[in-house]
């Protein structure tokens, strides 16, 4: 399907609470049924509808889970943008060298996360230690 391309004056023109558009990372996106259900409240949104809220978007810290929230409710990207669909999951933008930007998507990291399986590996470990421990003393000291 066609990506429609927007201008920042037509996005300008949805910045009511019943028709709520902003601009985030090069994505157009219709908020409009998100107020209500937007975790920092409807507000934020209102004041940021009509314009490019990237760097609010970003300075708050959002997390992958938003990030990937901006998906559904994109409906075209910004004039001079370009975005790549594919199955990724991340969202992210980046400035080319001609000053024009293009919002592009980060593959996602399949890699298992050793670390994370290490963390929930040591207790058991360090636990069947002990237990074993407390197994073998008890056992020498009945044989004593
Ligand atoms: C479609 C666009 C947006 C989506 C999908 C979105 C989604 C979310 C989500 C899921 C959270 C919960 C915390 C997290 O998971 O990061 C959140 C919190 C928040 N968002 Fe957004 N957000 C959007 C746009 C914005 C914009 C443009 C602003 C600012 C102008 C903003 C300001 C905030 C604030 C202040 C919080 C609360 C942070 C906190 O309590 O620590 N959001 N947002």
């Known amino acids: 399907m066609a990506t429609r391309v ?3 004056s037509q996005v300008t023109q949805h910045k009511s609470k019943k028709d709520c558009w902003l601009v985030i990372n090069g994505r157009v996106l ?3 049924k998100f107020l209500e259900e ?3 409240g409807e507000e934020v949104l209102i ?3 009509g ?3 990237s760097k609010d978007f970003e300075v708050i810290g959002h997390s992958k889970a938003a990030q990937k929230l901006l998906l559904k409710y994109q409906v075209g990207v910004l004039e001079g943008y370009t975005v790549q669909d ?3 999951k991340e969202v992210g933008y980046k400035e080319a060298k001609s ?3 293009s919002a592009f998507l980060i593959k996602d990291d399949s890699t298992p996360n050793y670390a994370a399986v290490l963390e929930f590996f040591v207790p058991f470990l360090v636990a069947g230690s002990y237990f074993c ?3 073998l003393t008890r056992t020498a000291q009945i044989t004593i």
Do not use: F
């Open 38 to 40: 937007h975790p920092g």
């Open 6 to 8: 927007y201008t920042l």
């Open 30 to 32: 219709n908020v409009t």
């Open 133 to 135: 421990y407390r197994c």
């Open 47 to 49: 004041e940021a509808a």
């Open 86 to 88: 594919g199955d990724s």
């Open 51 to 53: 314009k490019d809220a």
């Open 99 to 101: 000053n024009e930007m």
